[in-house]
């Protein structure tokens, strides 16, 4: 695998949940830059239990944490650039110019 070939993730506020925990992973382990806004932070596995009232409960099965130990939940990602110009209706190359 080649691990020399620059990697750059574009992320925003909507970036949540599996795709926080790669960007976390590769930010970590120094393999890819972050590029955009701070992500969502949803860093919790929940699973709702129905009861026998018709309401229902949230339990909280996991936490998921970085590899550098970081619990990203209701924080979400910082990201290591940040653009001066990315808009929702801007191509990546927009957000990504002048950052790399």
């Known amino acids: 695998s080649d691990t020399i070939v620059p990697l750059y993730l574009l992320v925003d506020r909507k970036t949540a949940s599996a795709s926080e925990i790669l960007t976390a992973a590769l930010q970590d382990n120094h393999r890819a830059t972050v590029i955009g806004e701070t992500t ?3 860093g919790r596995i929940q699973n709702v239990q129905e009861l026998q009232d018709g309401s229902g409960i949230a339990v909280t099965k996991a936490k998921y ?3 550098d130990g970081r ?3 209701g924080v979400g990602i910082k990201p290591n650039k940040i ?3 990315c808009g929702p209706n801007d191509s990546a ?4 110019s002048g950052l790399i």
């Not at 190359?93 to 990504?96: G, K, L």
Request: charged letters at 20%; aromatic letters at 6%; glycine letters at 6%.
């Open 40 to 42: 969502f932070g949803k």
């Open 65 to 67: 944490i970085t590899p």
């Open 71 to 73: 619990d990203i939940h």
């Open 83 to 85: 653009p001066k110009v």
């Open 93 to 96: 190359a927009t957000c990504i």
